[in-house]
């Protein structure tokens, strides 16, 4: 059974700092590129961050860039994001998804990817 379970979503207070985390199964995750997305209510889903199959290269969006930090453990299965000074703007459900075999960017988009999990809600409070 596929699965892509994201935790660590919650309230949090503006300039605060929340920890997700997708822990993979059911598919090969080693070998293949990760991505962060979020959708915030009554927006499309955007590209947060990705990350390539052994970590050597990482691709943020402008909007989080120098406050969130991707990372994997391919041994755990496991891809994370670290999330500092958070804003409001930054509420939103958060999903992780693995990118398709055949892409070849980082600059993830939601068509580039296969699997995604279900999602865990961030709520940035001002």
């Known amino acids: 059974q596929v699965q892509l379970v994201e935790s660590g979503g919650g309230v949090v207070q503006a300039g605060g700092s929340l920890s997700l985390s997708c822990t993979v199964s059911g598919l090969q995750f080693s070998t293949y590129a990760m991505g962060w997305f979020r959708q915030a209510p009554g927006k499309e889903r955007e590209f947060v961050a990705g990350?390539?199959?052994?970590?050597?290269?990482?691709y943020y969006s402008d909007s989080v860039k120098g406050r969130f930090t991707i990372s994997r453990d391919n041994a755990k299965n496991t891809v994370y994001l670290q999330m500092n000074s958070l804003i409001p703007e930054d509420t939103a459900v958060y999903y992780c998804?693995?990118?398709?075999?055949?892409?070849?960017?980082?600059?993830?988009?939601?068509?580039?990817?296969?699997?995604w999990g279900e999602g865990t809600l961030v709520t940035v409070s001002s």
């Open positions: 990350i390539n199959w052994n970590g050597g290269a990482i």
């Open positions: 998804a693995r990118r398709r075999w055949t892409e070849t960017t980082l600059a993830m988009s939601v068509r580039s990817m296969d699997y």
